[in-house]
C-alpha cells in the first residue's frame, strides 16, 4: 500500500525538502486554487525498486483564473509520453477538457522536488497522488460552486469544468468563474474518492501525444536549441583513456585567437567560441602527453575479470533445498551466461547550457533528473541550491542514461569560470566515452528438471548485473537466487568506465540468462517450451499473459529444435508481467539473424493511454532487438574504441519484425510500469528462436553473426 | 579564404559570409537560428541533421556550406506553406510516428526525399529508403505507416 499525503495549504512547506516553497509558489502563480500533493510511504515495495525511489514525489496542480489547469511537477517528458498520461489523470479527475490541460514540468524553479524520472515510476507512483489532488481540486470547486448557487453538493455535477445543478441545468458556474479574483486555498474534512473505472472519460482512452505537432515542425525546444546573447559554445580536452594521467599540456598554438577562450581550472581544459567547429578545430591543436597504462581488460577478457572481483554473494530468494531438487531430478543442466556492455545513444547526446544572471547559474539540461543537477551544481560550485536554477527542455532520448549530469556540471563550471553562456553539446565519441553503460555481466545458473517436466531445482547466482529481475516466478520447490553486487554500479577496478542504469537494469540481463535456461530445461524434458512455462508456474496473471500471446502468436506445440524458428520467454519488471513469442530466420552460412515477428502481452494494470502503452512496447521491442543482437562496445581498459554509429549498430529499418501487441485485461485497477517491461524478453526471445531454428545455444550477447555462426557450428 | 555566398533558405533569399571551414549544419543552426535541424553524430551515420538541397535530403553535418551558394535549402522549419504542415509533417502527428523526437525532422526530410523519388513506395520500399536515418527510441513501424500515409495523402503530386 503506498500512502498518500495530501494537503491544502497548510504545512506543504514542511514537506517540500528542496523545491519551492508554498508561499513561493503562491507568490509567483498567484490566484486560482491550488492543491500540492505529496506519496511519501514506500515500505512496502520491494528493496530492488526501494533503491530507486524518490524519498519525495510532489507536485503543484493549479486551477487559475481562466479556468485552464496547470500541473508543476519535476519529472520530465523524454519521449515516454508522460506529458499526455499524466494530463489525462489531471482531465479525468478535475473533469475538464484534455485540451486544458498545461504541464510544466523539470523547472527547478517552479516545480517542487523530484529525484528523477526513471524506474517506470512516474505513473505507478506519481499518478495516484496526482489523480488524488484533482479529485481534491474538483471537490474544493464543488464546495465554492454549492455556496455560489446556493444548491447542496451531492446535487452537483461537473461537465468540461462547468458545475451545474443536476436538476437545473441553467443555474451553473465554470471553474473559470469560480476561481475569478480569487486566491483559493481550501482543506477539506474529508479525502475525496478517487473515480471508479466505470466511469472514466479520459483515463484508459487512447490519446495522440500532446507534444506530437511541435515536435513535427522543429519548433520543440530541446536544451542545445536554446540561444542566449553573447552565447560560446565548450570544446572540452579529454584524456584518450579513463586511466590516462596527463604528463604535460602545450597549448601555445591556440593560446592568442581573438574570440577564442581558453579555460584550465584543474581537471577541465576547454576551449570557448562563438562557433562550436573552430572550437572542436583549435582543441586539436593543444598538444598533450599523457601515461596509459597497458590492459588485457576488453569486451571478450571482462567476464573472467568480473568473476574475479566479485564481492560477497547476498542471497535475495530460498526456498527448500537444493541437494534434495537434484537429486530428484532427470538431468541437471549447468549454464553460465555473459552479457556485454551497452551505450544508452540517445539520438541526442548530453547538452547544457549554462549561464550566470547575478549569484545565480541557470542550466538548461538534456537531463532525466534536474534537482539532481542543480543539488551536483550547487556542491561542485560551493553555491547555496537556491542559487541555481534548472530550466525545462525537452530531452531527446534518455533510457536511464541522463540521470548521469557530468555534461551539466561542466557547463555550469565553463560558464562560471568563463563569464559567459555556455553551451556544451558532446560529441557522439565523448557519449560513448562518458556514458554510465549497462554493466557487463555473468550468470551462472545450476538447474535440475524431473523426467515428469517439473523444475525440481533452481540454483542462480548473477554477478554485477543487479537484483531486479533475479527472482525467479516459477513454481520451483528448491531454489536460490543469489546476487554478488546489487546495483548497477560496482566498486573501483571493477569496470574499466562508468556504469549506470539502462531501461529496465538489470532485468534484460537476468532475464536472458533466466529464460534462455528455461528453454534449455524444456528441451531436455522434451516439452513444449510453452507448455514446460504453463506447466512450472502458478501465477495466474503470468499464465493468462502466456495465454494471450500464444493466442494472438497462434503458437502450435513444437519440440525445440524444430526448425521453424519458434522463441518464447517471459517476465515480470516494473510491476508489469509480459510475454513475448517470436519467429526468427537464421542464415546458416553468415549467422545472420533475421528476426521476422514479434508479438507481446502485456498486463501493467490500469492502463492511463493505451495508444501511449502500446507505442512503448513497440518502442521497447525495437530497442532491445539491438542489444540482443548488434550492439557492441569494444575497449581495452578504459580507451573506448566505439565512437560511433558505424560500430555501434543500434536497430535500424532493416531489423524491423511485424509487430503485435497485446494489453491484457487486467484484475489490477492500479497502474503499473510502462515504459520499460516489454523490453526485458528480448535476449531470450531471439536466443530461444535461434535454438529452435538451428540447435545452436547461444550464452552471450549480443548475438553477433559470428557468435550466431560459432555456435552453429559447436551444435 | 573569406567568401560570400547567397542562397535560397526556407524560400528567401540569403547572404552569408563564411570567414573559414563551416558545415552548413552548424550555419543553419548558429547563424540562422534554424534549431530544427539537429545535431546527432556528426559524421552523417545518423541522420538527425538531414535538410534538402535542391529538393533531395543530404546530411549537413557532412555539406560544407559553401557548397550551398546559389542553390535552394529547406529545414523543418520552412517545409510546411502558409501556416500549415506538410503533409508528411501531418501523417508523422496523426501516427504517433514519433517519442523523444529528436530525430523526427530529419527522418521526415529523408521521407520527402524518399517520397519525390518514389511517390507510391511499398513498405519494403519505405524501409529501404529510410535506413540510414536512425531513431533510439523505436518509433520505427509508425514511422512506416507515416510515411504510408503521407505518400497516400499526397498523390497528384504536392
Given at each position: 500500500m503506498i500512502k498518500i499525503n495530501q494537503r491544502i495549504d497548510k504545512n506543504i512547506s514542511g514537506y517540500i525538502p528542496d523545491g519551492i516553497s508554498r508561499r513561493q509558489f503562491l507568490k509567483r502563480l498567484g490566484g486560482g486554487v491550488i492543491v500540492a500533493v505529496a506519496i511519501s510511504d514506500f515500505s512496502d515495495l520491494e528493496a530492488a525498486v526501494l533503491q530507486e525511489m524518490p524519498t519525495d514525489l510532489n507536485a503543484f496542480l493549479r486551477v487559475s483564473l481562466d479556468g485552464r489547469v496547470t500541473c508543476f511537477t519535476g519529472k520530465i517528458e523524454m519521449g515516454q509520453g508522460v506529458v499526455t498520461s499524466l494530463a489525462q489523470m489531471i482531465a479525468e479527475e478535475l473533469d475538464v477538457q484534455l485540451e486544458n490541460v498545461d504541464m510544466v514540468m523539470g523547472d527547478t524553479d517552479l516545480c517542487p522536488y523530484d529525484r528523477g524520472t526513471w524506474g517506470s515510476m512516474t505513473t505507478r507512483f506519481f499518478g495516484p497522488a496526482l489523480r488524488s489532488a484533482a479529485a481534491e481540486a474538483r471537490a474544493v470547486l464543488i464546495q465554492m460552486a454549492a455556496?455560489?448557487?446556493?444548491?447542496?453538493?451531492?446535487?452537483?455535477?461537473?461537465?468540461?469544468?462547468?458545475?451545474?445543478?443536476?436538476?437545473?441545468?441553467?443555474?451553473?458556474?465554470?471553474?473559470?468563474?469560480?476561481?475569478?479574483?480569487?486566491?483559493?486555498?481550501?482543506?477539506?474534512?474529508?479525502?475525496?474518492?478517487?473515480?471508479?473505472?466505470?466511469?472514466?472519460?479520459?483515463?484508459?482512452?487512447?490519446?495522440?501525444?500532446?507534444?506530437?505537432?511541435?515536435k513535427v515542425t522543429g519548433e520543440a525546444k530541446f536544451a542545445g536549441d536554446i540561444r542566449l546573447p553573447g552565447m560560446v559554445y565548450a570544446s572540452i580536452f579529454r584524456p584518450p583513456s579513463h586511466e590516462s594521467k596527463l604528463k604535460s599540456l602545450d597549448t601555445t598554438a591556440i593560446d592568442h585567437i581573438e574570440g577564442l577562450t581558453l579555460i584550465r581550472d584543474n581537471d577541465l581544459v576547454a576551449v570557448l567560441h562563438e562557433d562550436p567547429e573552430y572550437a572542436q578545430a583549435c582543441l586539436a591543436k593543444i598538444n598533450a602527453v599523457y601515461d596509459t597504462p597497458d590492459s588485457t581488460l576488453n569486451e571478450n577478457t571482462i567476464f573472467d575479470h568480473l568473476l574475479k572481483m566479485a564481492p560477497e554473494g547476498e542471497m535475495v530468494a530460498e526456498g527448500g533445498n537444493l541437494g534434495e531438487g537434484e537429486g530428484m531430478a532427470k538431468k541437471v543442466l549447468e549454464s553460465e551466461y555473459h552479457d556485454g556492455y551497452y551505450s544508452h545513444s540517445p539520438m541526442e547526446p548530453h547538452t547544457a547550457l549554462a549561464v550566470m544572471e547575478g549569484d545565480r547559474m541557470k542550466i538548461w539540461a538534456s537531463t532525466q533528473s534536474p534537482f539532481g543537477l542543480k543539488s551536483e551544481v550547487a556542491q561542485v560550485l560551493g553555491m547555496s541550491p537556491d542559487k541555481v536554477h534548472v530550466q525545462p527542455a525537452f530531452v531527446g532520448g534518455g533510457f536511464g542514461g541522463k540521470s548521469n549530469n557530468r555534461q551539466g556540471v561542466e557547463a555550469a563550471r565553463l560558464a562560471k569560470l568563463s563569464g559567459k553562456p555556455v553551451m556544451l553539446v558532446w560529441t557522439r565519441r565523448e557519449e560513448f566515452a562518458y556514458d554510465a553503460l549497462r554493466p557487463a555481466?555473468?550468470?551462472?545458473?545450476?538447474?535440475?528438471?524431473?523426467?515428469?517436466?517439473?523444475?525440481?531445482?533452481?540454483?542462480?547466482?548473477?554477478?554485477?548485473?543487479?537484483?531486479?529481475?533475479?527472482?525467479q516466478f516459477y513454481d520451483i520447490p528448491n531454489h536460490k537466487t543469489t546476487v554478488y553486487n546489487s546495483g548497477w554500479r560496482a566498486r573501483e577496478g571493477v569496470h574499466p568506465f562508468a556504469t549506470g542504469a539502462w531501461r529496465a537494469p538489470g532485468n534484460n540481463t537476468n532475464t536472458f540468462a533466466r529464460e534462455s535456461h528455461i528453454n534449455f530445461l524444456a528441451a531436455e524434458a522434451g516439452v513444449d517450451p510453452l507448455e514446460f512455462r504453463l506447466k512450472n508456474l502458478k501465477d495466474e496473471r503470468m499464465i493468462e499473459t502466456l495465454k494471450a500471446v500464444a493466442d494472438k502468436f497462434g503458437w502450435i506445440p513444437l519440440k525445440s529444435p524444430s526448425g521453424k524458428g519458434y522463441g518464447i520467454a517471459c517476465g515480470t519488471d516494473a510491476g508489469a508481467y509480459v510475454a513475448h513469442m517470436a519467429e526468427v530466420k537464421v542464415d546458416r552460412q553468415t549467422g545472420h539473424v533475421q528476426v521476422l515477428r514479434v508479438v507481446c502481452a502485456q498486463d501493467m494494470g490500469l492502463v492511463i493511454n493505451p495508444q501511449g502503452a502500446t507505442i512503448q512496447m513497440e518502442g521497447c521491442i525495437t530497442m532491445?532487438?539491438?542489444?540482443?543482437?548488434?550492439?557492441?562496445?569494444?575497449?581495452?581498459?578504459?580507451?573506448?574504441?566505439?565512437?560511433?554509429?558505424?560500430?555501434?549498430?543500434?536497430?535500424?529499418?532493416?531489423?524491423?519484425?511485424?509487430?503485435?501487441?497485446?494489453?491484457?485485461?487486467?484484475?489490477?485497477?492500479?497502474?503499473?510500469?510502462?515504459?520499460?517491461?516489454?523490453?526485458i524478453c528480448m535476449g531470450a526471445l531471439i536466443a530461444n528462436a535461434i535454438y529452435d531454428a538451428t540447435g545452436a545455444r547461444l550464452f552471450r550477447m549480443p548475438m553477433t553473426p559470428e557468435r550466431v555462426l560459432e555456435a552453429i557450428k559447436k551444435s | 579564404m573569406k567568401e560570400t555566398i547567397h542562397f535560397e533558405l526556407n524560400h528567401q533569399a540569403r547572404e552569408l559570409v563564411l570567414e573559414r571551414d563551416r558545415t552548413l549544419l552548424w550555419v543553419l543552426r548558429t547563424d540562422f537560428g534554424l534549431t530544427g535541424t539537429k545535431f546527432g553524430c556528426g559524421l552523417g551515420y545518423c541522420g538527425a541533421c538531414t535538410v534538402l538541397i535542391d529538393n533531395k535530403p543530404v546530411r549537413s553535418c557532412m555539406t560544407d556550406a559553401s557548397l550551398v551558394d546559389g542553390k535552394k535549402v529547406i529545414t523543418i522549419e520552412g517545409l510546411g506553406a502558409n501556416g500549415k504542415l506538410h503533409p508528411i509533417q501531418e501523417a508523422f502527428a496523426k501516427n504517433d510516428a514519433l517519442q523523444c523526437g529528436y530525430c523526427t525532422p530529419g527522418m521526415i526530410l529523408a521521407a520527402y526525399g524518399l517520397l519525390s523519388d518514389n511517390p507510391t513506395p511499398d513498405r519494403r520500399e519505405i524501409r529501404e529508403g529510410l535506413e540510414e536515418n536512425l531513431c533510439r527510441c523505436g518509433a520505427h513501424k509508425r514511422i512506416i505507416d507515416a510515411v504510408e500515409m503521407a505518400a497516400a495523402d499526397m498523390k497528384g503530386g504536392k
Open positions: 455556496e455560489k448557487l446556493k444548491v447542496p453538493v451531492t446535487q452537483l455535477k461537473v461537465e468540461n469544468g462547468t458545475v451545474m445543478d443536476s436538476n437545473n441545468p441553467k443555474s451553473k458556474i465554470t471553474y473559470a468563474e469560480l476561481t475569478k479574483g480569487n486566491k483559493i486555498v481550501k482543506t477539506l474534512s474529508e479525502k475525496p474518492e478517487l473515480k471508479d473505472p466505470s466511469q472514466f472519460k479520459v483515463i484508459g482512452k487512447s490519446v495522440k501525444r500532446m507534444d506530437g505537432k511541435i555481466a555473468v550468470i551462472k545458473i545450476k538447474s535440475g528438471v524431473t523426467s515428469a517436466g517439473k523444475i525440481a531445482s533452481w540454483d542462480y547466482k548473477v554477478y554485477f548485473a543487479g537484483t531486479r529481475g533475479a527472482s532491445g532487438l539491438g542489444y540482443a543482437l548488434s550492439e557492441e562496445i569494444k575497449f581495452t581498459g578504459g580507451m573506448m574504441h566505439t565512437r560511433n554509429f558505424d560500430t555501434y549498430k543500434i536497430p535500424r529499418f532493416s531489423m524491423l519484425p511485424d509487430i503485435q501487441t497485446v494489453l491484457v485485461k487486467s484484475k489490477d485497477t492500479n497502474a503499473q510500469g510502462g515504459g520499460e517491461p516489454a523490453i | -
